[in-house]
């Protein structure tokens, strides 16, 4: 990949088949299949201790499958540490934000940016564009130390948007905000994403944000794949129904 | 009076200031409490000592590119095939290195302190505003100024400053964002190399003579203003530095003769008042990586 390379990169699929983890007996994640195409959108999702969280750190490589296998295209990331999955594109973000607190918002998506390689000026512009994107030009010089929560995890998104990923992977990148701010913030991302080619893999539990948001949702149950497909279907699917909404479905949460 | 008690305040809070941040980097960036910070200063020393027939300037040329490449070396020979292990062990490591660079020193042409011949331009004195102020004053305030001015635009306007600055808050991040190690930890050592080059220069000429323990005292002093202005934070690193030199000269200067004894008695009474106060140092966010 060369350093300087804005430009569209050719379409590529990440791509977990079968894969597991298992802490003390208990499967977190007992086989999922699953694929993001680059452009696109997948939303995880499913309710709490569905395995959502651990099926992105098997992703991210903050988890090692213990069964299956997980590959960029032809590469092989099974056994790959984070490190070195993110050198190949597969960029993360954290709950907790993790910024640098010292710095201002535009350093810290500027910072990225450098360590992904470019040079001072390209840094600079797409640094700009992405606070631009993102809503967050009016606290560019702010220390990041000194911002909301809220705030603060959208500047992890930003960064993580400047070491331009070929493969974004979300943990509930919207919590803490309201709904419209939740759209609004995801779709943003989006619209980035679909202009760099970049595919993005979403954790969200809460159904109304995906629904608009996602090209494609996959949900998760126990570990295990329920089922995948376009947002539509999948609110339609009774056994979605059954798990996501409880036994009795409530016909006002498909409004 | 004012005038030439302003200038020796300013030139030695600048010259703690310089120490100071030298220490601060390196527990940023590397996570390292480097106890060798003091030889990195001496080896500028040495050069001045072994250049000291030569012009002033080219002695003090030399002692920044032997503070610089002792700086480097250290950091080649001792802590690179150290990077992941714990800070405590770097730690020690640090004090070996110290140790060692001490015993060389020692074994080769310091086994006892040396006089350098005082540069007759630096001890003259001239009229500054009335005052009469020593060039030696003029020159620390000079050189230790323009060389945080330096440091100052480098890491806040430089794309390797940022890079720095991101790696001292958290190191991890840093590098799994592409921040490359072997780019920022050198580049940290160089600049420690260049901060204690400019140290020994104003050192040397100041006391008038090298020793092999000569790094020991510039070393607590860098850690003390560190501790006092807050570890984590560069900005609170320098100030901590800049005031503890500052007052240092004041106490100098006004206490009564009978009292200059007993200087670092007070300095520390209120360096512990400051601690109890803010433990944290003055600058600092709440959380300090000691280990």
New interface residues.
């Given amino acids: 990949m060369s350093a300087t390379q804005l430009a569209t990169p050719p379409p590529s699929v990440l791509r977990m088949a079968e894969g597991g983890i298992h802490f003390d007996g208990v499967r977190a994640v007992d086989g999922v299949t699953l694929e993001v195409r680059s452009g696109e959108v997948l939303g995880l999702i499913g309710p709490n201790g569905s395995g959502k969280t651990s099926t992105l750190n098997l992703l991210s490589g903050m988890l090692r499958a213990t069964s299956g296998s997980i590959h960029l295209d032809d590469h092989d990331l099974t056994r790959l540490s984070?490190?070195r999955r993110?050198?190949f594109g597969v960029v993360r973000t954290f709950q907790s934000g993790?910024v640098?607190?010292?710095?201002t918002i535009a350093?810290?998506v500027?910072?990225?940016a450098?360590?992904?390689?470019l040079?001072?000026r390209e840094?600079r512009q797409l640094t700009a564009d992405i606070l631009a994107e993102l809503g967050l030009e009016d606290v560019a010089h702010q220390q990041a130390?000194a911002l909301t929560a809220g705030r603060i995890r959208i500047t992890a998104i930003a960064?993580a948007l400047a070491?331009r990923p070929r493969f974004l992977l979300l943990d509930e990148p919207a919590a803490g905000q309201n709904e419209s701010e939740a759209i609004a913030l995801i779709t943003a991302i989006r619209e980035f994403a679909q202009r760099r080619g970049c595919g993005v893999l979403l954790v969200e539990h809460d159904m109304s944000v995906v629904m608009g948001t996602c090209d494609r949702l996959h949900v998760l149950d126990s570990g295990r794949t329920v089922t995948e497909g376009e947002p539509a279907l999948v609110r339609r699917d009774p056994k979605v129904i059954e798990i996501y909404f409880g036994k009795r479905h409530d016909h006002d949460a498909e409004r | 009076m004012i005038m030439e008690f302003l200038i020796s305040a300013v030139g030695l809070g600048a010259l703690y200031a310089l120490l100071t941040l030298g220490v601060a980097l390196m527990f940023g960036v590397l996570g390292l409490m480097n106890f060798a910070y003091g030889e990195i200063l001496l080896a500028g020393a040495f050069a001045m000592y072994l250049f000291r027939n030569e012009p002033w300037f080219v002695g003090a040329g030399m002692a920044l590119v032997f503070a610089v490449a002792v700086a480097l070396l250290s950091e080649r020979l001792a802590f690179h095939p150290l990077r992941d292990a714990d800070p405590v062990i770097l730690m020690i490591a640090s004090f070996a290195v110290s140790l060692a660079l001490q015993s060389i020193a020692r074994m080769t042409v310091l086994p006892r302190a040396r006089g350098i011949a005082p540069e007759p331009f630096l001890s003259r004195r001239i009229e500054v505003l009335g005052a009469d102020v020593s060039v030696l004053d003029l020159v620390t305030v000079g050189l230790c100024g323009v060389t945080l001015v330096a440091v100052a635009w480098l890491m806040g306007r430089t794309s390797l400053g940022i890079q720095l600055r991101a790696a001292a808050e958290d190191f991890r991040m840093a590098a799994l964002l592409g921040v490359r190690p072997n780019l920022v930890i050198p580049a940290a050592f160089v600049i420690v190399g260049v901060l204690a080059g400019i140290g020994s220069v104003v050192l040397a000429a100041r006391q008038g003579s090298v020793s092999a323990d000569m790094g020991l005292q510039p070393m607590l002093i860098g850690v003390v203003g560190a501790v006092l202005g807050g570890m984590s934070s560069l900005k609170g690193a320098a100030l901590g530095g800049f005031l503890l030199g500052a007052v240092t000269a004041l106490l100098e200067t006004f206490l009564p003769t009978d009292l200059i004894a007993f200087r670092d008695a007070f300095l520390f009474t209120a360096l512990i008042v400051v601690l109890v106060v803010r433990p944290q140092g003055l600058l600092s966010g709440a959380k300090v990586r000691v280990s």
């Fill in positions: 984070m490190r993110t050198r993790r640098f607190g010292r710095l350093e810290n500027e910072a990225a450098l360590g992904g390689g040079r001072r840094a130390d960064r070491s």
